[in-house]
């Protein structure tokens, strides 16, 4: 069974940086091209990032693009998020997403559960 | 990026059907066949419902069904249970930004 945990997740004032994690289990994790969708409070769901699975390749929303970056260490089954110059708009439930073998034609087909991220003065 | 377009609520009576429809661009849903629908209950993560227009998932009803339109994709609910109420969500490849671009949700009520 496909496990998506992530965390790292905080409080943090506009202008700083985070990193959150995500521990993948359950499927061969360098098989797959992985995700990070988010959430903001009350709001839908909005693309954020997507890495190849050999991490060579990587694309970004308009929004976080120069801000953020992922990556991931195939030897532990985690993805990551480094998150610098955050803003309160980028305050949100981030989801770390499976996605395919073929990066655009396979779907995102399992979803963790979130790790909240909230940037505030 | 622009968000795809989703009527923001709907609504049915238990047994009927209902169809939620996806908006998007020549750039996007026009072009590719690659929309997929999830569904979320409240505090809970997004489900894959359906995908590549049409497919279920494996363990996912047959009372849903997808389909697709010029730019216009659909997800039709069909004998509509109160397990149903929920967020649903359609998303697409969008080729010309190499990125993929979500529908703002629409909230499904039964009566």
């Known amino acids: 069974e496909v496990h998506l945990v992530e965390s790292g997740g905080v409080e943090v004032q506009p202008g700083g940086s985070l990193r959150l994690s995500c521990a993948a289990s359950g499927f061969t994790f360098d098989d797959y091209a992985m995700h990070w969708v988010r959430q903001a409070p009350g709001s839908g769901l909005e693309w954020v990032s997507l890495i190849t699975w050999d991490g060579d390749n990587t694309y970004y929303a308009d929004s976080v693009k120069g801000r953020f970056t992922i990556s991931r260490t195939n030897s532990k089954n985690s993805l990551y998020l480094q998150m610098n110059s955050l803003s309160p708009e980028d305050t949100a439930l981030y989801f770390c997403?499976?996605?395919?073998?073929?990066?655009?034609?396979?779907?995102?087909?399992?979803w963790g559960q979130g790790t909240l991220v909230t940037v505030s003065s | 990026q622009s968000a795809l377009t989703q009527p923001a609520s709907v609504s049915g009576s238990p047994g009927q059907s209902l169809t939620i429809s996806c908006t998007g661009t020549s750039s996007d849903v026009g072009s590719y066949n690659l929309v997929s629908w999830f569904q979320q209950h409240p505090g809970k993560a997004p489900k894959l419902i359906i995908f590549?227009?049409?497919k279920r998932p494996s363990g996912v009803s047959s009372r849903f069904t997808g389909s697709r339109s010029g730019n216009t994709a659909s997800l039709t609910i069909s004998g509509l249970q109160a397990e149903d109420e929920a967020d649903y969500y359609c998303?697409?490849?969008?080729?010309?930004?190499?990125?993929?671009?979500f529908g703002a949700g629409t909230k499904v009520a039964v009566l």
């Open positions: 997403v499976k996605g395919g073998v073929d990066v655009w034609t396979e779907p995102l087909d399992h």
């Open positions: 590549e227009g049409y």
């Open positions: 998303s697409s490849y969008a080729g010309s930004s190499a990125s993929f671009v």
